[in-house]
């Protein structure tokens, strides 16, 4: 008889371990986790800062009505600055001098400053009669993003294009040479002016008229910004740097209530200037100021 096959049991497999993740690893990753979505959070919120942050600076207002003109004065609607469609992206008015007037051919860029329209400024307005009054002629215009101007956002570059467009409309279309336009800066509008007249030297005379707190305050003192490094992302800092080497005569004026808030910028601006600190019971009017500032100028 053949032998018997003996059966061997087969071999018995090791219970399966069960694999205990240490909780104090969960605790980390969900650390990381959550400092990783600050981070990022955090990073957002400097993002948006950086790009918006015009908003703390400018206040522009869009109207639906045409420019027409100022209360008072009569005025020459212009649209200038045509795109690559053809359609001007800039609207202004051009009040003319009178006929008779003490400073025949004489113009003034009037560059404005960052709150609502042209249209919608009493400051602005009384400036624009002032000048005028004063026999001179007068050009001023909205940026893009303010009034009828083309509706794009402002800041300071493109401010700073517009207004060089308007001072080439000057030259080309009103056929007005440099040495015979001022450049008028007022609020952020000082900062614009001072830029072209650093890059134009035939311009004759640049009047600056309280150019505010620098910029750079005004967002940090914002809280919705307190937490976030303003110094390090702020470029919209409207600077009027370029005075401490600008050789143009220059008329500063300012309205401080101490002498501590007069502009560190007029203080440290290049000769020829002349400073004019206005307070209440000054004897010395504005426009007697800006007269005899002109008169000083070479005819």
Known sequence: MPPKKTTRPAPQQPPAQIEVVNPIWLLKAVGVVAVAALFCGY??????????????????????????GLPGLSAEPVHFDAAESGAPRL??????????THYPGLTVLYLRGGDTSLAQSPNDAKSITLLHDLGLNVFAFDYRGYGQSDATRPNQARMAEDAAHALQYL???RQIPNAKIVIYGNGVGASLATTLASLHADLPALILDSPGPPPIAIAEADPRVSELP??????????????????TPKLL?????????????????????????LRPGNTDPLSGSIVRFLDQLPR
Do not use: M
């Open 171 to 173: 030259n080309e279309s």
């Open 253 to 277: 004026i300012s309205y401080p209530a101490a002498a501590a808030s007069i502009p560190a910028a007029f203080l440290a601006a290049a000769d020829p200037k002349t400073t004019l600190e």
């Open 91 to 100: 609207s202004g008015l051009w009040i003319a001098a009178p006929a008779l």
């Open 230 to 247: 303003v110094r390090l992302l702020f470029h919209e800092d409207f600077s009027l740097a370029a005075l401490t080497f600008l050789k």
């Open 43 to 68: 990073l957002t919120l400097c993002l948006l800062f950086y790009q918006g942050q015009w908003q703390l600076i400018l206040h522009p207002t869009r109207t639906t009505q045409p420019l027409i």
